[in-house]
């Protein structure tokens, strides 16, 4: 089967969805559209009123698309095909992954304002949230090398650590350069 089939097999599964499926996939792939979107909408508003950014501020809303649309395929697989051998440890490390990965941005954005304060745990749940990425990636390719899971789901972790990667890095890049671009937007708000 060609690589378009495959992922063409994949998203299809999606018509197999019930109700908390469709829950947690909305929630999920929503809420990343949602960082996307926010952070994408506060440069560009800031752009447009003049204020200039470094250009790893745009890598985040960047990362966060690439990221956003490798869940929203991945997550298909998650809620259907793969949902029973998700459903133990793995389950746990997608949920402590995410944890981490939430938990940071938010003390990323508070260090803003509280740097001295927030840095420290932002960065401590920024690598955990890499670390349990990687633990989690494991899984996956035990899954693929022994229960022949299929390319789609590989590749899709392949945009989620691209996209994660860049989003963080850049946003790291950011923080500690001092949020150039961020006080004058703000104060257009």
């Known amino acids: 089967m060609?690589?378009?089939?495959e992922v063409a097999a994949y998203v299809g599964r999606i018509r197999d969805f019930r109700g908390a499926d469709w829950a947690v996939y909305l929630a999920w792939v929503g809420l990343m559209i949602g960082l996307a979107a926010s952070t994408g909408g506060f440069l560009w508003f800031g752009h447009a009123h003049g204020a200039t950014f470094p250009g790893a501020a745009w890598l985040v809303p960047i990362g966060a698309s690439v990221f956003a649309v490798s869940i929203a395929i991945d997550t298909i697989g998650h809620r259907t095909v793969y949902k029973e051998a998700i459903a133990g440890a793995e389950g746990l490390v997608h949920g402590i992954t995410i944890f981490c990965g939430i938990g940071s941005t938010v003390l990323l954005c508070a260090a803003y304002q509280h740097r001295t304060t927030f840095w420290i745990p932002a960065m401590v749940l920024t690598?955990?949230?890499?670390?349990y990425s990687l633990v989690d990636e494991a899984f996956h390719f035990?899954?693929?090398?022994?229960?022949?899971?299929?390319?789609?789901?590989?590749?899709?972790?392949?945009?989620?650590?691209?996209?994660?990667?860049t989003m963080m890095v850049a946003w790291w890049v950011w923080c500690l350069g001092g949020y150039g671009g961020v006080a004058e937007t703000v104060a257009r708000l």
């Open 2 to 5: 060609s690589f378009p089939s």
């Open 142 to 165: 035990r899954r693929y090398v022994k229960e022949r899971s299929d390319r789609v789901e590989m590749w899709s972790h392949v945009g989620i650590l691209v996209g994660h990667g």
């Open 127 to 131: 690598v955990l949230s890499f670390v």
